[in-house]
């Protein structure tokens, strides 16, 4: 595409990339071009990193905390008075359904609600020390922060992490997703117009291995932050340790969903497969294995069989319960596991069914139960992104555990069981970052603190726990005698 996409954003001001390429924008539901972004690199990382330094030393640092509340709450309701406008271009950029699209939207507004809320309450310490001497901790701005997104809830994303970035008083520099800016680009105009000072907030554009390295590589950041592959985790953590940044990471997860005997299944079945088939699967906290208590693996597993069997896969405007992947290439890969793992000889237990609206150049996957699945094969090992289930067997509380913990992986666990003790035994067992017992909440909770283990990466964002990744403690100690 020949136009030139405004959509790099420094020091308040829209421009393309210097060097005038751009990078086409196409929708995951038919696999058409629909507009173009601007290929940002090098140049606009320099010149944005500069301009958050600037903006650092400027008004913005030294703002009193509840006028920067002021400014992310009018972002929040800016973000519902476009929820709509929103909503469509989200939809349209990553194929999700409208409905869940909206959700997303109302998550992003809620993510600046709740740190507008936090700006004026990031509290210090007085610390016991010598006679004669007054000890304070405060916690100060990291200053320049890095923020790295992926494409599965862009909007969301843009929150999770400018949120607590400027509530605890950083300037930005945002690099969203290739596959998917466009909710961005949006939010990063109703920030300024909510009245963010030029140069705290600054978008690049661009490729990972373009916009994202130079920014990761950056040595005049403060703090990055991270979400995406491990393979992508490594090179980014491997380049801020070049330049001591440290950084918070979150990789994604082979979550399990433990489902003991006394379980209650309908809710259990429900909401397993309610949540592998959300996003097309593409959420880092997918509960992608379902262990199954040997006594009730046929029932259980025949009654996620006719859940799955339910699941309609359409067009983000037939707003069904599962959309396109992102891309082709991410298409090929999940239909590469279902692929193999048919050719290993494991048996598929259910697959959704596609709408009318699915068209054959669009990125569809169908939602695939595969079961029982050894716990060796790459099907419970592997994290697929993608609407894949796979299901385990376990005979007892132990095995349950050992197999939960049996992946590389560390960032979710669901427990279904009616059995109050075993649901603190298990869940203080489970090495992961967050255990859902008798529900499961994937993608949502801007109030919980969320992060992995492991390969899952490490550092924790949303809920008051992110406010501590984006600042560090200044030790002060005064004697007076
Ligand atoms: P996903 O599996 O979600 O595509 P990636 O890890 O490839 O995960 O991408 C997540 C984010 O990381 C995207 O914004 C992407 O542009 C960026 N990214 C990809 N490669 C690199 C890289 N080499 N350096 C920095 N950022 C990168």
């Avoid at 829209?14 to 696999?31: E, K, L, M, Q, T």
């Avoid at 940002?40 to 650092?56: C, F, I, Y």
């Avoid at 790295?148 to 690099?175: C, D, E, H, Q, V």
């Avoid at 199954?292 to 029932?299: G, H, K, L, N, P």
Wanted: hydrophobic share 45%.
């Amino acid at each position: 595409m020949a136009a030139q996409a405004q959509t790099i954003f420094i020091n308040g001001a829209w421009s393309a990339a210097a060097s005038g390429a751009s990078i086409d924008v196409r929708n995951p539901s038919d696999g058409e071009v629909f507009t173009a972004i601007a290929r940002g690199a090098k140049d606009e990382v320099e010149r944005a990193v500069q301009a958050a330094r600037r903006a650092l030393a400027g008004a913005w640092g030294s703002m009193a905390g509840f006028e920067r509340g002021r400014i992310l709450a009018r972002l929040s309701q800016l973000i519902l008075d476009n929820e709509e406008d929103l909503a469509q271009l989200e939809a349209r950029d990553t194929g999700k359904p409208i409905s869940q699209a909206r959700t997303d939207i109302k998550a992003t507004a809620r993510y600046f609600e709740f740190y507008a809320g936090a700006c004026d309450k990031i509290l210090g310490d007085v610390l016991p020390f010598l006679d004669g001497f007054q000890v304070t901790v405060q916690r100060e701005a990291r200053g320049v922060v890095g923020l790295i997104i992926p494409w599965n809830y862009p909007a969301s994303m843009f929150g999770r992490t400018l949120g607590p970035a400027l509530a605890t008083g950083n300037t930005a520099i945002l690099k969203p997703a290739e596959d998917a800016s466009m909710s961005c680009i949006r939010l990063t105009q109703l920030a300024a117009q909510a009245g963010l000072p030029a140069g705290v907030l600054n978008l690049v554009t661009g490729l990972g291995e373009e916009a994202g390295a130079a920014l990761s590589n950056h040595p005049d950041v403060d703090f990055l932050s991270f979400t995406g592959s491990p393979e992508v985790g490594t090179l980014i953590q491997t380049a801020a340790a070049k330049n001591h940044v440290p950084c918070v990471l979150e990789l994604g997860g082979k979550s399990p969903q433990i489902v003991f005997d006394d379980a209650d299944a309908e809710l259990a079945a429900r909401t397993i497969v309610g949540v592998i088939t959300q996003n097309a699967g593409q959420t880092c906290s997918a509960g992608s294995r379902v262990l199954i208590q040997r006594s009730i693996y046929d029932r259980f597993s025949a009654l996620l069989a006719e859940k799955m069997a339910a699941i309609r896969v359409g067009a983000p405007a037939a707003d069904l319960q599962c959309g396109p992947v992102i891309n082709a290439t991410q298409a090929d890969k999940v239909k590469g596991f279902i692929d193999r793992a048919r050719k290993d000889g494991i048996k598929v237990l259910a697959q959704g069914g596609m709408d009318a609206s699915v068209v054959k150049t669009g990125y569809f996957v169908p939602p695939t139960l595969f079961g029982p699945v050894p716990t060796t094969h790459e099907l419970a090992q592997d994290e697929v992104f993608g609407p894949v289930l796979a299901a385990i067997p376990f005979e007892d509380e132990a095995e349950a555990i050992a197999i939960a913990n049996g992946t590389e992986y560390g960032l979710v666990a669901g427990l279904w069981t009616e059995n109050g003790a075993r649901q603190m035994r298990v869940a203080k067992k489970l090495r992961v970052g967050q255990v859902f017992i008798n529900n499961y909440g994937a993608g949502g909770g801007i109030e919980l603190p969320f992060g992995g283990v492991k390969r899952s990466g490490h550092g924790r964002e949303k809920g008051l726990e992110a406010l501590k990744e984006y600042t560090v403690a200044k030790t002060i100690v005064l004697r007076h005698g």
